[in-house]
């Protein structure tokens, strides 16, 4: 574990670090495709941003779930959108769980009583997906998921890092993964 971390994040209650490795001092989320994010049900099925699949669970209801691909909008811009276009409550929009603003996510989301032809011909935006829209008898609750899968593309890395990403490489093919903290930066207050 490492110590030596920042203030800012000291003064948000992080106090150590999860990996003894220092950072290899690259740029990441200079694009939203740069860091991607995928939502994992509570079955462990993945809803994958190449094949995006939603199960359905048989119990058919008044909620109507569906796949959120967002590119550079956070989750709250996001229910916003949804809800201005579609003319109802913020309220009435439910997420399983909060994404990056500064990424390419795709998770599950519901809404209440907007059945899914109407849901399926939405074009918002072409950074704001909807994709197969399904009924199911119960809402989403934050939390609702199992985790998310993180593809991080690390760009302008160093030279002189080599030794650093080959540890790296090693402890993630030894399946030593690297934890994440559940910070203020996943909110947007800093970038």
């Not at 003894?20 to 994010?37: H, L, M, N, Q």
């Amino acid at each position: 574990m490492r110590t030596d971390v920042p203030v800012i994040d000291q003064l948000f209650g992080m106090r150590l670090w999860g990996t003894s490795i220092p950072g290899i001092k690259g740029v990441i989320k200079e694009r939203s495709e740069d860091f991607i994010v995928e939502e994992i049900l509570p079955n462990g099925h993945i809803i994958e941003l190449n094949n995006p699949k939603l199960p359905h669970t048989g119990y058919e209801g008044l909620f109507t779930h569906f796949i959120l691909q967002k590119k550079g909008i956070g989750s709250f811009e996001a229910k916003w959108l949804l809800s201005k276009f579609l003319k109802i409550p913020v309220s009435w929009i439910f997420f399983a769980g909060n994404k990056d603003k500064d990424a390419l996510t795709i998770q599950r989301a519901a809404v209440w009583n907007v059945p899914p032809e109407e849901l399926s011909q939405i074009n918002i935006s072409p950074r704001l997906k909807i994709l197969s829209p399904i009924r199911e008898l119960r809402r989403l609750h934050i939390g609702d998921l199992y985790g998310n899968r993180f593809t991080i593309l690390i760009r302008k890395i160093p030279l002189h890092n080599e030794v650093k990403i080959k540890k790296l490489t090693n402890m993630l093919q030894e399946g030593l993964y690297l934890p994440n903290f559940f910070s203020y930066q996943r909110f947007g207050i800093l970038n």
